[in-house]
């Protein structure tokens, strides 16, 4: 069988067959040669991990006494092994952890220089984390470089045979098939990252034009959030600036007992709240270190929160936790941030509308609810009231000569009585109640769970309340109302109309009695 050297001569020698042959690759001291089939397998393999695996396997058996690892380097120089044959695996996790403490000075060296390491003593190099029966001879590392960047390396350990330079050169075509296979892996993961997060943000801006709340769209994010990455404690704060702190709107994994956590942004403790106050992103890839982690999860290790920036300023942030330690690479922030960078625009275009949706249902002078709102108001708690079996009470109140205060004191005298009125009805009545301005001095209230009795009851303390709160050069501001309730009153009548026909009665019956006694 004709043969053609395509290597040097001697320890090492790679192998050419000429047409019609049946094998190619790696002679190293009258070893086997590698089969044209076997590398054929090692190309057909479903996956590119199990490819690896194979020119591993390959490598390893080529070789006399070697021990093979594949390597890979993330973007922060964290390492992790990929595929090995000769070392167990449990071996490997624990050469892990300490390599990911501090990294030996052969590998940092190839992760630096992007070349080749060879050491063809071991017993000689200083640097060497010899452990407890070993017996490792010669070493060789290649790097695969992608983007001018090492991203794995091949590493081919001996434990009898000493390893010569005409050795490493023969490797190196297998080397570079093997490199070849897991640069197209790794590409094709990086592509399908890339991706999946698009379409990530593709659909959250989608859930954004659909959800009919900022709740709503903010808990559809963290469900999508899990489900394209995986992670399992996801959390969305909103800042509140009445309350100056980040509220918890929106979670997944944590105990239902964290919904609604208020973190105060002028505490100096806590992931989300210095990510808010230093407007960038900050990522704890080992939270025992850390001066300001405020514990979340049970087990935590690492801790990544990323702010929701809108034109300078944090709208909220995006906090994800893991029990792993340095669960979130560079490469995983550069990928979420675009992505809170979405979120938070999509927030706050909600929030803007939400806004002019509520201006638009509010009285511009007062303040309270305005006649657009109020169908709605009273439909909903009509509703609410009969699926309960609860009462509602309505009371129309009318500011009584409010026409002559107008006209001796003047408009705006008029609109300051108006704007008074509904401030003292508001800190009179419960958050629930709904105040809203019917026409130009006429209010209706809406009083939920609140009984006929209860409602005359509530009227004598808000007759004291504005005769010593809403005053004018013209004296005390009188208020003449009248009340209509669900159970106090016939079911098919309009409760409202029902209410302003005894509230002009009710006012019927005070110009009566200041036409009898005009010091009434």
């Not at 054929?40 to 058996?61: F, G, H, M, S, Y």
């Not at 899990?226 to 918890?248: H, K, P, W």
């Amino acid at each position: 069988m004709p043969r053609i050297s395509g290597g040097r001569s001697g320890t090492g020698e790679v192998v050419a067959v000429g047409p019609g042959a049946t094998t190619i690759g790696l002679h190293m001291n009258n070893t086997t040669l590698i089969r044209t089939d076997e590398l054929e397998r090692i190309l057909l393999e479903t996956t590119p991990r199990k490819a690896v695996q194979r020119a591993v396997d390959l490598i390893a058996q080529s070789i006399l006494s070697a021990s093979v690892t594949v390597m890979g380097v993330d973007i922060d120089q964290r390492v992790h092994f990929d595929a090995a044959n000769g070392i167990p695996w449990s071996v490997l996790r624990k050469v892990e952890a300490s390599f990911n403490q501090e990294l030996p000075r052969n590998i940092m060296g190839i992760i630096r220089g992007r070349e080749t390491c060879f050491i063809e003593d071991v017993g000689a190099y200083p640097d060497w984390r010899r452990r407890a029966a070993s017996d490792i001879v010669s070493y060789v590392g290649f790097p695969i470089i992608i983007d001018r960047r090492v991203v794995s390396i091949i590493n081919v350990q001996t434990s009898r045979q000493r390893l010569k330079p005409e050795d490493v050169d023969a490797l190196r075509p297998l080397i570079h098939l093997i490199s070849l296979i897991i640069a197209r892996y790794l590409k094709e993961q990086q592509s399908a990252n890339r991706e999946n997060f698009l379409s990530l943000l593709h659909e959250t801006t989608l859930d954004g034009v659909r959800a009919a709340s900022a709740v709503e769209f903010m808990n559809t994010v963290v469900k999508r959030i899990a489900r394209r990455l995986g992670y399992q404690y996801i959390a969305l704060f909103l800042y509140d600036d009445e309350t100056e702190s980040l509220i918890l709107r929106a979670q997944k994994g944590y105990t239902s007992e964290y919904d609604g956590l208020a973190l105060c942004v002028h505490d100096h403790v806590g992931v989300v709240v210095r990510a808010f106050r230093l407007r960038h992103t900050v990522n704890v890839s080992d939270v025992s270190a850390s001066s300001f982690y405020l514990r979340g999860v049970p087990g935590g290790r690492s801790d990544l929160a990323l702010p929701l920036m809108v034109g300078g300023k944090v709208i909220g942030v995006l906090n994800l936790e893991s029990k792993k330690a340095a669960a979130f690479s560079r490469e995983d922030v550069r990928n979420l941030t675009p992505l809170a960078a979405g979120v938070g625009l999509m927030l706050a275009s909600m929030q803007i509308k939400q806004l002019l949706r509520e201006q638009a249902l509010l009285d511009g002078l007062t303040g309270a609810h305005n006649r657009h709102a109020m169908d709605g108001i009273v439909v909903e708690e009509l509703e609410r009231a009969r699926r309960h079996g609860h009462d509602v009470s309505f009371v129309m109140l009318d500011i009584d000569e409010f026409k002559s205060i107008n006209d001796r004191l003047g408009h705006a005298e008029g609109d300051r009585v108006l704007e008074t009125l509904v401030t003292v009805l508001r800190k009179s009545l419960r958050a629930i109640d709904k105040v809203i301005r019917y026409g130009g001095d006429e209010f209706l209230l809406v009083l939920p769970e609140t009984s006929q009795r209860e409602t005359e009851l509530l009227l004598e303390r808000l007759r004291a309340g504005i005769g010593t709160q809403v005053l004018t050069a013209m004296g005390a501001v009188h208020c003449s109302s009248g009340i209509a309730t669900v159970r106090g009153d016939p079911e098919e009548g309009d409760l409202v109309q029902l209410a302003d026909k005894r509230m002009y009665q009710a006012k019927a019956r005070y110009r009566a009695q200041l036409e009898e006694d005009p010091g009434y």
